[in-house]
């Protein structure tokens, strides 16, 4: 539970399938274990309704519509983890558009959300989809990510980008640590 007037806090990992999140997500968490004892992360995808897996599993893009209630647990769930816990809280989820990215913020007005955009040239994305089994994005489907995607620019707050492609898993943690360095200290 955090105290006096500071606010929740969660790192929305943002970003195409096949970028890392999970994977930094985990490192960050145990970066952030140091000051926030409780911290831990959601998995945006194990929130999907079953219909929009569904979809995707048959290489059907999901529309706005279908994201809506999703984007609005993803931002329940992750800021009352945030409230319950050590008042920081990280969350995987892909939040390609602005409004996507709005309609989170929005949601839980109570709680600042950081998006934090892993990115990397499709062609590496689509190989690292390609390789990896047990998940319902399909490879085909990267396009659609792709064309989705909006990475956030100098006017929107509490966002940035981090190049992947041709990184290692460590490097992408030094950047991610670097600019969440002010947001996690609460200044």
Known sequence: MTS??????????AGTAGTGKSTIAAKLREIFRTKYPDVDFLEGDTVHPPENIAKMSHAI???DDDRWDWLKKVSELSSQ????HSGLWIVTCSSLKKKYRDLIRSHSPE???????????????????TKREGHFMKANMINSQFSDLMLPDAAETLASTVD???????QV?????ADLKKFVAGN
């Open 61 to 63: 893009p999901l529309t």
């Open 4 to 13: 006096g007037a500071t606010k929740p806090k969660v790192i929305v990992l």
């Open 164 to 170: 992947v492609d041709g990184k290692s898993v460590e």
């Open 81 to 84: 983890s945030a409230q319950k």
């Open 111 to 129: 709680t600042d959300f950081y998006f934090l955009f892993l990115f990397a040239d499709r062609l590496l994305i689509l190989d690292r989809i």
């Open 173 to 177: 943690v030094q950047e991610c640590q």
